[in-house]
């Protein structure tokens, strides 16, 4: 079984995508609501995919990846979510190795599904080689 985590503060956001995601894909899905719990529990159990939002309490996601970029397995799927659609925020997302971003608007779901449905074959392949 799949293990996402969802790193959301915000709770109506948290819950659709969880409710959502453990559906679409029968998965085991954990939800935090701030950078310091989500560490703590990545560090004892790593996700397969794994979704930050880029405002959080106490630390941002882009730093919650940096403490974690080095640890992750290479095959985690890292999905970076901000309300913020910036340029210059999506090179940083870049610049530190996150390759999926998706705006949080009316589309969150249909664009971390696309992810998803992009990325999984691929991950999948690398394990198997």
């Known amino acids: 079984m799949r293990r996402i985590y969802i790193v959301e503060d915000d709770p109506l956001t948290a819950s659709v995508l969880s409710t959502t995601l453990k559906k679409m894909y029968e998965a085991e899905v ?49 999905i970076m979510a901000s309300a913020i659609d910036d340029g210059i925020q999506v090179l940083k997302f870049i610049q530190q190795g996150i390759r ?10 249909q664009s971390i599904r696309q992810i998803i449905s992009d990325e999984l074959p691929l991950l999948q392949e690398r394990k198997f080689e």
């Open 100 to 109: 999926n971003y998706v705006i949080k608007d009316e589309n969150l779901i």
């Open 30 to 78: 954990s939800v935090f609501d701030d950078g310091l719990t989500a560490l703590a529990a990545c560090r004892k159990n790593y996700p397969d995919i794994l979704i930050l939002d880029y405002q959080l309490p106490g630390m941002t996601g882009i730093e919650l990846y940096g403490q974690l970029q080095h640890h992750l397995p290479a095959d985690t799927l890292v």
